[in-house]
Nanobody
Framework: QVQLVESGGGLVEAGGSLRLSCAAS????????MGWSRQTPGKEREFVAV???????YYGDSVKARFMCTRDNAKNTVYLQMNNLRPEDTAVYYC?????????????????????WGQGTQITVSS
């Protein structure tokens, strides 16, 4: 079973950039669909980016053209590059892994599709 550890969170001013890392151990990430989601208190978890095991990427409407998800299979790590950050991007960000084949793209934007989760990392964007 893969273990995931996020890093790279912090405080940034609006308009700034951050890159989150999700490092895996116990298995190779190339075998998994990967998702990045975020959550703020009182709100539903929102998936912002998905990278399939074939490295096709999909993004939520709220982050399109600002966030980019990439993989480095040699480092067994997935990244979320976040540009032009806005105060509404403030949240705890999580990476997650789905080992199933045939998961639909729509399902990859839902929490229940993932078996393995990182601990989360806080992003705070000041205005």
């Amino acid at each position: 079973q893969v273990q995931l550890v996020e890093s790279g969170g912090g405080l940034v001013e609006a308009g700034g950039s951050l890159r989150l890392s999700c490092a895996a151990s116990g298995d190779t990430l190339s075998s998994y669909n990967m998702g990045w989601s975020r959550q703020t208190p009182g709100k539903e978890r929102e998936f912002v980016a998905v990278s399939t095991r074939s490295e096709t990427r999909y993004y939520g409407d709220s982050v399109k053209a600002r966030f980019m998800c990439t993989r480095d299979n040699a480092k067994n790590t997935v990244y979320l590059q976040m540009n032009n950050l806005r105060p509404e991007d403030t949240a705890v960000y999580y990476c997650a892994a789905d080992r199933h084949f045939g998961t639909s793209v729509g399902s990859l934007f839902r929490k229940g599709s993932y078996e393995n989760w990182g601990q989360g990392t806080q992003i705070t964007v000041s205005s």
